[in-house]
């Protein structure tokens, strides 16, 4: 199932992994990898899962090029496995959650894990939060090793309920003696829907902590000021919003959710709105 050109010889690896599909609030997830991809040194893609027919294609569609005008190539989605260095050896897994076979799926990733020598792994994305843009973003992590969730610090344990495929990896990686940390950005609801610079920084600078990974943040805070910029000018208009923000700013304990806009009508008009300024 899993196509291998070659392992690369590494040293003390680890593994972060971004696979969408389930929740990626502000692309979080998805965001941090491809920045991550850009920084690597010496990058080399050695791996792939063709999920042609392992998907809904319905939902998650290939893509069409036309190449010289006349032919037409088709692009499936797939998984890719890449590796590189950051201050030290690393190995990035994303790509879209297969609709099928998840345990075959992702357990040929965890057999890949521990040929590369895996000592640790991350998960990243972002969820939908009760949370104000102007403040900080929190990050929350579940592990599957003690050590690691103690370095986390903060941690999530109450919840209960339908999963994706990366938490599924999560616990697999960890039962194969792997220690996985999951860190989820929270986003705030109304600004969940579209590419959120904030959760991708958050992300990485919580990544680069306590993977121990060499990345340059730098290039984002330029981007995490001009987003900032445009959603308050995205905002302006919407003083109801501005109301629930200022009550969530507040700290107040009886915020009502059913006020803010749902995210199909406000989250469409600010990035509606940030497309039109970049």
């Known amino acids: 199932m899993i196509e291998i050109d070659t392992l690369p010889q590494l040293r003390d690896p680890v593994l972060v992994v971004a696979l969408a599909g389930w929740v990626d609030a502000g692309l979080a997830g998805s965001g941090s990898v491809a920045f991550l991809q850009e920084q690597v040194d010496q ?4 791996g792939r899962i063709d999920l042609g027919d392992l998907m809904d294609l319905q939902q998650t569609r290939p893509t069409v090029h036309l190449v010289d005008g006349v032919s037409r190539e088709i692009d499936w989605p797939e998984i890719t496995l890449s590796s590189g260095r950051l201050g030290r050896d690393i190995v990035l897994c994303s790509g879209p959650e297969p609709s099928l076979r998840w345990r075959a799926v992702l357990g040929e990733l965890v057999d890949v894990s521990l040929q590369l020598g895996v000592t640790e792994a991350f998960s990243v994305g972002g969820i939908p939060a009760m949370a104000s843009h102007r403040r900080p973003l929190g990050v929350l992590a579940t592990g599957t090793d003690e050590a690691l969730v103690e370095r986390a610090g903060a941690w999530r344990q109450d919840y209960s309920g339908p999963t994706g495929a990366q938490s599924v990896l999560q616990v697999m990686l960890g039962d194969a003696g792997i220690p996985t940390l999951a860190l989820w950005a929270q986003v705030p609801h109304y600004l969940a829907g579209g590419a959120s610079p904030p959760a991708i920084r958050a992300v ?3 990544l680069r902590d306590l993977a121990h990974v ?3 943040l730098e290039g984002l805070d330029a981007q995490v000021d001009a987003y900032d910029h445009r959603v308050e000018e995205g905002l ?8 629930v923000i200022d009550a969530i700013e507040a700290g107040e304990d009886e915020v009502d959710e059913s006020e803010l806009p749902s995210g199909d009508e406000l989250a469409s008009e600010i990035e509606r709105f940030l497309r039109d300024q970049s």
């Open 214 to 216: 060499s990345v340059d």
């Open 43 to 46: 990058p080399r893609t050695f």
């Open 204 to 206: 990485l600078e919580r």
């Open 236 to 243: 302006s208009d919407r003083p109801d919003v501005l109301e």
